[in-house]
């Protein structure tokens, strides 16, 4: 064997260098932002935290049963807002006085904190019924078990409720009795018809017959028809279709005794029997 193969070369394999982190400008500015909003971040939170520890507590007081205002007074006195959340009806709490609040009686809240309340609507006394075409007698029989007053409102020309009827209430139909409810009612003048006599002449056995008359659906026509009765004999006079909101006027010569009657849309508006 050589000396060349007893020998074990020796090579020298050199040791590789870390390398040394290459940060650019831009990522030193993301580095410098992070920290930055951290520090921000941190800071806001203490203050945050300083100004909610920092304000003084309170309690909800006992506003039940009080009327609205003295209530809102009574929670600003408290350091507290207020604001009204609905009504509804209470066997236990008067009308217009304050039933609940949220948060509760006694809860403890920080000064400033808006209160929400519910005022009472009184007892549950049911629907209100529909008056219109009833009598102020009927009327009368269903709530005489109810202590309601009812106040005449005002009279109306209708052509769909004779005359004496109730034509509008308030409160309206499906709505609710509420504590010393005052209920308003409109009652019908009849159909907008008028008939005046006078005679013809000293000895003419004819009355002469003024009529007014007024259309008063507001978006249909009206079928207006006049006839004259004498015996068994019927003559119409007029009988036409007339437009919402027009007014006529008629003067007929008749022979005394006889009869006019007048019809909207085939019903009775009115009668006058010719006599003076």
């Excluded at 590789?16 to 940060?23: A, E, L, Q, V, Y």
């Excluded at 009612?185 to 006078?198: A, D, E, Q, R």
């Amino acid at each position: 064997m050589t000396d060349y193969e007893d020998r074990e070369e020796m090579i020298d394999i050199p040791t590789p260098r870390r390398r040394k982190p290459n940060f650019t400008k831009k990522t030193w500015l993301i580095i410098g932002g992070i920290i930055v909003s951290g520090l921000l971040l941190g800071l806001l939170y203490s203050q945050f935290m300083f100004f909610v520890t920092g304000i003084p507590e309170t309690k909800v007081p006992n506003v039940v049963g009080m009327e609205e205002d003295e209530a809102v007074a009574v929670l600003r006195e408290f350091k507290l807002e207020s604001f009204l959340i609905g009504k509804r009806f209470s066997d236990e709490v008067s009308m217009n006085r304050v039933v609940v609040t949220n948060p509760e009686i006694g809860s403890k809240v920080k000064a400033g904190r808006k209160i929400g309340y519910i005022l009472s609507m009184g007892p549950d006394s049911g629907e209100v019924p529909d008056f219109r075409g009833k009598t102020v007698e009927e009327v009368m029989e269903l709530l005489k078990e109810k202590p309601y007053q009812i106040q005449k409102a005002g009279e109306i020309y209708s052509s769909d409720f004779a005359e004496g009827k109730i034509v509008s209430q308030d409160p309206q139909a499906g709505s609710y009795f509420q504590e010393n409810t005052v209920i308003r009612l409109w009652f019908s003048k009849g159909y907008p018809v008028s008939i005046t006599l006078s005679p013809v002449g000293p000895e003419s056995p004819k009355v002469l017959a003024k009529i007014d008359l007024k259309v008063i659906d507001p978006t249909n026509k009206t079928q207006v028809k006049i006839i004259s009765i004498r015996g068994a004999d019927r003559e119409v006079l007029y009988n036409e279709l007339v437009v919402p909101g027009k007014e006529l006027y008629f003067e007929i010569e008749q022979i005394v005794g006889s009869r006019l009657e007048i019809y909207y849309n085939n019903e009775l508006a009115a009668g006058q029997d010719l006599l003076l």
